[in-house]
T-cell receptor
Framework: QKEVEQDPGPLSVPEGAIVSLNCTYSNSAFQYFMWYRQYSRKGPELLMYTYSSGNKEDGRFTAQVDKSSKYISLFIRDSQPSDSATYLCAMSDTGRRALTFGSGTRLQVQP | EAQVTQNPRYLITVTGKKLTVTCSQNMNHEYMSWYRQDPGLGLRQIYYSMNVEVTDKGDVPEGYKVSRKEKRNFPLILESPSPNQTSLYFC????????????FGPGTRLTVL
């Protein structure tokens, strides 16, 4: 079993929809939770970072962490075609040295 | 311009022929890391370095070596490449660790025949 599980998609939604992306994990030592976005043929870029449980909002993006369920989510409101990309969750323990990624979910937002 | 550079961008080689993929950053970052990306497996960390002369294994270090003799450079060495090391490789750097924004290089697509 992988330490971090993520549905690979693809997930196809119409423009303007609310998108929900999720990851589950098994390592209770993870304390830092991140979401990266990767466009085709590019390196990933950090979207959001959350420490421990709770919510964090940044514009159209909201990250949620539920450590009791070992479940994290990324919500995208008013999705745009430019949001079409692969979204990867990533996690790290308190040492902030090693990073474990999910396999990524490919999102397509249709105009 | 702040950036992470990798060379070469594309490489086709044969089994057993030693190769080095270079990585350099111009942001004075302490943390650097190598990842490989394979379909359905996402990014997997190979090695990371918290500072000069400080390196440690990630999730998939077998068959790879690294060195960090200077702060800006973090080369990835494959001493005897095998076909299962065919992959897309990314180098990344950040100021202090995994929770700082990591800046990724453009990627190196390696094929081992």
């Amino acid at each position: 079993q992988k330490e971090v599980e993520q549905d690979p998609g693809p997930l196809s939604v119409p423009e303007g929809a609310i998108v929900s992306l999720n990851c589950t994990y098994s390592n209770s030592a993870f304390q830092y939770f991140m979401w990266y976005r990767q466009y085709s043929r590019k390196g990933p870029e950090l979207l959001m970072y959350t420490y421990s449980s709770g919510n964090k909002e940044d514009g159209r993006f909201t990250a949620q962490v539920d450590k009791s369920s070992k479940y994290i989510s990324l919500f995208i409101r008013d999705s745009q075609p430019s949001d079409s990309a692969t979204y990867l969750c990533a996690m790290s323990d308190t040492g902030r040295r090693a990073l474990t990624f999910g396999s990524g979910t490919r999102l397509q937002v249709q105009p | 311009e702040a950036q992470v550079t990798q060379n070469p961008r594309y490489l086709i080689t044969v089994t057993g022929k030693k190769l080095t993929v270079t990585c350099s950053q111009n942001m004075n970052h302490e943390y650097m890391s190598w990842y490989r990306q394979d379909p359905g497996l996402g990014l997997r960390q190979i090695y990371y370095s918290m500072n000069v002369e400080v390196t440690d294994k990630g999730d998939v270090p077998e068959g790879y070596k690294v060195s960090r003799k200077e702060k800006r450079n973090f080369p990835l060495i494959l001493e005897s490449p095998s076909p299962n090391q065919t992959s897309l490789y990314f180098c990344a750097s950040s100021p202090g660790g995994t929770t700082d924004t990591q800046y990724f290089g453009p990627g190196t697509r390696l094929t081992v025949l």
